[in-house]
């Protein structure tokens, strides 16, 4: 497989449930990306891991972890999310900070 | 405040003929600039980039044009075709593209057969 996977494709959780969302590319890249999309909005970073190290918290509330237990993948840890926080959620990797990123297909998350 | 602005939510074309997606942004930090493409169920994938120190750049039927004193971009597709249909995404980076970009709200073309 090639590219940038993400797992699940779809989910729907309650607000009380914890879930992960699973990121893997194969790409060789050293920087992996979350990213949020709601409707009508722009696309919102997330969290940047550089080499495995997080180099930038958009001010994401703590609700939201990540983890990056190396270059080729990445996690999304959830728990006691609010239904405000559905929306398609990205993955995306790069060579290190360049702006060209490939993005994988996204997890849309429903919080009921 | 949104730093780049993609004032036109759908834009929809007739088969054959073109197609321009606008771009605005307000950074003049930005030296990089990007369009991403996304079909419903799938990520955004990379299209084409831009450097300041060009005002064009041209990739088979997508052209990017970018006016820095205006700080506008554009992308033309010529000729349309109806699997141009997509959700296209305008981005912009400073630091000659090492940093991460910074997205607009998207702007939805429709190419009618």
């Known amino acids: 497989e090639t590219g940038v996977t993400q797992t699940p494709r779809h989910l729907v959780m309650g607000m009380t449930n914890k879930k992960s969302l699973k990121c893997e590319q194969h790409?060789?890249?050293?920087?992996m990306y979350w990213y949020k999309q709601s409707a009508k909005k722009p696309l919102e970073l997330m969290f940047v891991?550089?080499?495995?190290?997080?180099?930038e918290n958009n001010s994401v509330p703590s609700r939201f972890s990540p983890e990056c237990p190396n270059s080729s993948h990445l996690f999304l840890h959830l728990h006691t999310l609010q239904p405000e926080d559905s929306a398609l959620y990205l993955c995306a990797s790069s060579q290190e900070d360049r702006a060209e990123a490939f993005f994988g297909q996204g997890t849309r998350l429903t919080v009921v | 405040d949104q730093q780049v602005k993609q004032n036109s939510p759908s834009l929809s074309v007739q088969e054959g003929r073109i197609s321009i997606l606008n771009c605005d942004y307000t950074?003049?930090?930005?030296?990089?600039f990007l369009w991403y493409k996304k079909y419903p169920a799938e990520g955004p994938t990379f299209l084409i980039s831009i450097s300041s120190i060009k005002d064009k750049n041209e990739d088979g039927r997508f052209t990017v044009f970018l006016n820095k004193s205006a700080k506008h971009l554009s992308l033309h597709i010529v000729p349309s075709q109806p699997g141009d249909s997509a959700v296209y995404f305008c981005a912009a980076s400073a630091g000659g593209g090492s940093y991460i970009p910074t997205f607009g709200r998207g702007t939805s073309l429709i190419v009618h057969p």
């Open positions: 891991y550089n080499f495995k190290e997080q180099t």
């Open positions: 950074n003049s930090m930005f030296d990089y």
């Open positions: 790409l060789g890249h050293n920087a």
